[in-house]
């Protein structure tokens, strides 16, 4: 197991080492000299200068990148050009929202899914199952903005049962999560039913039944058990999707997460704070799916000496 | 055995083109999905001479109307007729999506190609350049290769086009080294064919069923993505009839007038079931073994 997990480290590096070079170049592609940006328009050339100075940006590219990893390890994300305040608090604040709001979309997605899934596969080619891939059909090619603002209008104005949106706690977060948790959940019903499918018609299934074990037992025990390792394995990719379905989400339904503070940013031009959002966005997912990777390689053997 | 029962399997290993086509014509999602995108790219090519109103003019007294006999899906806030714009904004999704993932579909294949053929070095670096554009998940590389180029239309096929990159390589890749260890492409090698004979006369040929599977589900990845880039306001910018922009317009209004948002949503979402049907049903004709 360790040999593994010390690969996957290793492999690590280079994705860092990318993500964090791909980040430092969109400050430095976005138009402007951040040196005349930070002094203000009133500015005369010696400040601006000695702005330049300062923080390092003076020097070549290569050891502007230097800088730029160094501070990031001590924390240090920039100043956002808009408000004038650091990035890191506002960062942390927002994606506390978003990752919030992706898990409580995820839970929903694999508990709706999975039980979907699971009844359909069971009761192969009956009303429910083609009802429910019906659903799945539609749930995966629905854009989510459109889902956010069809359940806003139905749920919160026509019945007003929920708020409109602008709140962080659990009630106002469940229109956003059934609209962010809505494509994930149609994928994970369709993968369930066709897993337990395949593991229905397994021997030892058949053997449990012989065993005299009552079928609700064996279906969830022994049939669906099984039936998840496939899905496991994708939750790491639907937490990706989560993440990049959050932005919209988040847009529609005000709410403040990493999205709303990603798309403000572009829009104000506010790169520090456009630069740090991508990276954590990118870090966050790349450690997601190593601890998924990693837990499923615990799980199955195999998969360690590949 | 007789000659009688011989020949219809002899018969169909000689006509690859027909099976494939007596098998696609007889699946039911290939079917429907045929005949949406069928309809939708009738829309994206003849749609000014079909649609009733000029998608760019309005009148102001008939701001916000509901359908109605005269506006059949109403008007948007600035009194334009929301049927023409959504039958003119076909073209426009389609000429986005068509030339984004015909980008994605071509650095893709050539990354993937030539990973997977040469290996080694390359194949490593290319492959890690990969993984740091999958680092960033789903629409986050585009939202952030748009953050570079700034917003527009010529940007958005650029950024949804890159972020189709990864997959396709894989694809090709995955082909590619699963083909060329076969008798055949070893034989090709033996009888002196030019590396470049070789990936374009054996590799690419036989790649092409998972590609083709990947472009028709990739159209309405980048469909989604591309409208919800302009729903975000980083996309193609208002007055151009996009259904994603006509969609965010119509967010403002969902209060009074929700026929405004409605009706563009419900376009992509019709034209992604589409694709997707389109895109299961190839892939059960064409390798029933990649069916989940």
Same mark, same amino acid.
């Given at each position: 197991?360790?040999?593994?997990?010390?690969?996957?480290?290793? *492999?690590?590096?280079?994705?860092?080492?990318?993500?964090?070079?791909?980040?430092?170049?969109?400050?430095?592609?976005?138009?402007?000299?951040?040196?005349?940006?930070?002094?203000?328009?009133?500015?005369? =050339?010696?400040?601006?200068?000695?702005?330049?100075?300062? *923080?390092?940006? /003076?020097?070549?590219?290569?050891?502007?990148?230097? &800088? &730029?990893?160094?501070?990031? #390890?001590?924390?240090?994300?920039?100043?956002?050009?808009?408000?004038?305040?650091?990035?890191?608090?506002?960062?942390?604040?927002?994606?506390?929202?978003?990752?919030?709001?992706?898990?409580?979309?995820?839970?929903?997605?694999?508990?709706?899914?999975?039980?979907?899934?699971?009844?359909?596969?069971?009761?192969?080619?009956?009303?429910?199952?083609?009802?429910?891939?019906?659903?799945?059909?539609?749930?995966?090619?629905?854009?989510?903005?459109?889902?956010?603002?069809?359940?806003?209008?139905?749920?919160?104005?026509?019945?007003?049962?929920? =708020?409109?949106?602008?709140?962080?706690?659990?009630?106002?977060?469940?229109?956003?999560?059934?609209?962010?948790?809505?494509?994930?959940?149609?994928?994970?019903?369709?993968?369930?039913?066709?897993?337990?499918?395949?593991?229905?018609?397994? /021997?030892?299934?058949?053997?449990?039944?012989?065993?005299?074990?009552?079928?609700?037992?064996?279906?969830?025990? *022994?049939?669906?058990?099984?039936? #998840?390792?496939?899905?496991?394995?994708?939750?790491?990719?639907?937490?990706? &999707?989560?993440?990049?379905?959050?932005?919209?989400?988040?847009?529609?339904?005000?709410?403040?997460?990493?999205?709303?503070?990603?798309?403000?940013?572009?829009?104000?031009?506010?790169?520090?704070?456009?630069?740090?959002?991508?990276?954590?966005?990118?870090?966050?997912?790349?450690?997601?799916?190593?601890?998924?990777?990693?837990?499923?390689?615990?799980? /199955?053997?195999?998969?360690?000496?590949? | 055995?007789?000659?009688?029962?011989?020949?219809?399997?002899?018969?169909?290993?000689?006509?690859?083109?027909?099976?494939?086509?007596?098998? +696609?014509?007889?699946?039911?999602?290939?079917?429907?999905?045929?005949?949406?995108?069928?309809?939708?790219?009738?829309?994206?090519?003849?749609?000014?001479?079909?649609?009733?109103?000029?998608?760019?003019?309005?009148?102001?007294?008939? %701001?916000?109307?509901?359908?109605?006999?005269?506006?059949?899906?109403?008007?948007?806030?600035?009194?334009?007729?929301?049927?023409?714009?959504?039958?003119?904004?076909?073209?426009?999704?389609?000429?986005?999506?068509?030339?984004?993932?015909?980008?994605?579909?071509?650095?893709?294949?050539?990354?993937?190609?030539?990973?997977?053929? +040469?290996?080694?070095?390359?194949?490593?670096?290319?492959?890690?350049?990969?993984?740091?554009?999958?680092?960033?998940?789903?629409?986050?590389?585009?939202?952030?290769?748009?953050?570079?180029?700034?917003?527009?239309?010529?940007?958005?096929?650029? @950024?949804?086009?890159? +972020?189709?990159?990864?997959?396709?390589?894989?694809? @090709?890749?995955?082909?590619?080294?699963?083909?060329?260890?076969?008798?055949?492409?070893?034989?090709?090698?033996?009888?002196?064919?030019?590396?470049?004979?070789?990936?374009?006369?054996?590799?690419?040929?036989?790649?092409?069923?998972?590609?083709?599977?990947?472009?028709?589900?990739?159209?309405?990845?980048?469909?989604?993505?591309? !409208? !919800?880039?302009?729903?975000?306001?980083?996309?193609?910018?208002?007055?151009?009839?996009?259904?994603?922009?006509?969609?965010?317009?119509? %967010?403002?209004?969902?209060?009074?007038?929700?026929?405004?948002?409605?009706?563009?949503?419900? @376009?992509?979402?019709?034209?992604?079931?589409? +694709?997707?049907?389109?895109?299961?049903?190839?892939?059960?004709?064409?390798?029933?073994?990649?069916?989940?």
């Amino acid at each position: 197991m360790l040999p593994y997990i010390l690969r996957r480290l290793i *492999h690590l590096i280079p994705v860092m080492i990318g993500v964090t070079l791909c980040s430092f170049l969109l400050l430095k592609l976005a138009p402007g000299d951040p040196a005349e940006v930070l002094a203000g328009i009133e500015a005369n =050339p010696e400040v601006i200068e000695a702005i330049r100075r300062k *923080h390092g940006l /003076d020097q070549p590219l290569p050891v502007q990148y230097f &800088y &730029y990893l160094g501070n990031l #390890m001590l924390g240090d994300f920039g100043k956002s050009i808009s408000t004038g305040l650091d990035v890191g608090p506002m960062m942390w604040r927002a994606l506390i929202v978003t990752l919030k709001l992706s898990a409580l979309g995820l839970v929903l997605a694999l508990v709706v899914g999975i039980v979907i899934g699971a009844v359909a596969a069971v009761r192969q080619n009956s009303f429910f199952d083609s009802t429910s891939m019906l659903f799945a059909l539609f749930g995966a090619a629905m854009p989510n903005f459109w889902l956010g603002l069809l359940l806003m209008w139905t749920l919160s104005v026509t019945f007003p049962i929920f =708020p409109a949106g602008g709140g962080t706690d659990l009630y106002s977060l469940i229109l956003p999560a059934i609209t962010l948790g809505t494509g994930a959940m149609a994928l994970i019903a369709r993968m369930t039913r066709a897993s337990m499918l395949e593991v229905i018609r397994q /021997d030892y299934i058949r053997t449990a039944y012989a065993n005299g074990l009552s079928p609700p037992i064996v279906i969830i025990r *022994h049939a669906l058990k099984n039936a #998840m390792i496939p899905i496991s394995t994708v939750i790491g990719l639907q937490f990706g &999707y989560l993440l990049g379905g959050s932005v919209a989400t988040e847009i529609v339904f005000a709410v403040p997460g990493v999205g709303q503070l990603l798309v403000d940013g572009i829009l104000a031009r506010d790169y520090p704070v456009v630069q740090s959002t991508m990276l954590m966005v990118a870090i966050i997912f790349v450690l997601v799916n190593l601890i998924t990777d990693i837990s499923y390689a615990y799980f /199955d053997p195999r998969i360690r000496l590949k | 055995m007789t000659d009688a029962s011989l020949s219809p399997a002899v018969r169909r290993h000689q006509r690859p083109m027909s099976a494939f086509w007596r098998r +696609f014509s007889t699946n039911r999602s290939a079917q429907i999905g045929f005949l949406i995108v069928g309809v939708y790219l009738f829309f994206a090519a003849f749609g000014p001479w079909v649609a009733p109103y000029d998608p760019l003019a309005g009148s102001l007294r008939m %701001r916000l109307a509901p359908p109605s006999t005269e506006f059949w899906l109403g008007t948007d806030d600035i009194g334009r007729d929301i049927l023409s714009r959504i039958i003119y904004g076909a073209r426009v999704s389609f000429i986005i999506m068509a030339t984004a993932v015909a980008i994605g579909l071509v650095i893709g294949v050539l990354i993937g190609v030539v990973g997977g053929y +040469f290996g080694g070095i390359i194949d490593s670096i290319l492959m890690r350049i990969i993984d740091v554009m999958l680092a960033f998940p789903s629409i986050f590389l585009a939202i952030g290769i748009v953050a570079a180029l700034g917003p527009g239309f010529f940007n958005v096929i650029v @950024a949804t086009g890159l +972020f189709s990159v990864p997959q396709f390589a894989r694809i @090709a890749r995955a082909s590619v080294l699963s083909l060329k260890e076969r008798e055949f492409v070893e034989a090709a090698h033996a009888s002196g064919e030019s590396t470049f004979n070789i990936i374009s006369l054996y590799l690419l040929p036989n790649s092409l069923a998972p590609l083709m599977v990947q472009t028709t589900l990739r159209m309405s990845t980048v469909l989604l993505t591309a !409208a !919800a880039l302009s729903f975000l306001g980083l996309g193609v910018q208002p007055p151009t009839p996009e259904w994603g922009a006509m969609l965010s317009n119509g %967010r403002t209004y969902v209060m009074i007038a929700p026929h405004v948002a409605t009706y563009p949503g419900l @376009a992509i979402f019709i034209v992604v079931i589409g +694709f997707n049907l389109l895109g299961d049903g190839l892939r059960d004709t064409l390798d029933p073994r990649m069916k989940q």
